[in-house]
């Protein structure tokens, strides 16, 4: 079963992305992003490792929150940096 080894899904939070749609960190820069993902411990949207700034990643190496989810829309697979696994999925953010 995917995630069955993953000691750190207790990290697992209700969280509110803290944005609604776009990578903060990206707008910021003025780069693009291809996919985005929200950490599930506090919430940060973060572009994923395809997008050149790799923002989840970078959020994870510092402060390491080990989950995220898929941000995109219908998408709810759960994964974590750490163990390196896929976990059972959570409910969409966004439909």
Same mark, same amino acid.
């Given at each position: 079963?995917?995630?069955?080894?993953?000691?750190?899904?207790?990290?697992?939070?209700?969280v509110v992305p803290d944005s609604p749609d !776009?990578?903060?960190?990206?707008?910021?820069? &003025?780069?693009? +992003?291809?996919?985005?993902? #929200?950490?599930?411990?506090?919430?940060?949207?973060?572009?994923?490792?395809?997008?050149?700034?790799?923002?989840?990643?970078?959020?994870?190496?510092?402060?390491?929150? !080990?989950?995220?989810?898929?941000?995109?829309? &219908?998408?709810? +697979?759960?994964?974590?940096? #750490?163990?390196?696994?896929?976990?059972?999925?959570?409910?969409?953010?966004?439909?």
């Open positions: 079963m995917a995630g069955s080894r993953c000691e750190h899904r207790s990290q697992i939070a209700d !776009a990578c903060p960190d990206c707008l910021a820069l &003025g780069d693009r +992003w291809v996919h985005l993902r #929200v950490c599930l411990v506090c919430g940060h949207v973060g572009c994923c490792d395809n997008s050149p700034n790799q923002h989840a990643r970078r959020h994870f190496h510092e402060t390491q929150h !080990a989950i995220i989810q898929s941000y995109e829309p &219908g998408e709810a +697979w759960r994964y974590c940096y #750490v163990d390196n696994l896929l976990l059972p999925p959570g409910r969409p953010f966004r439909p």
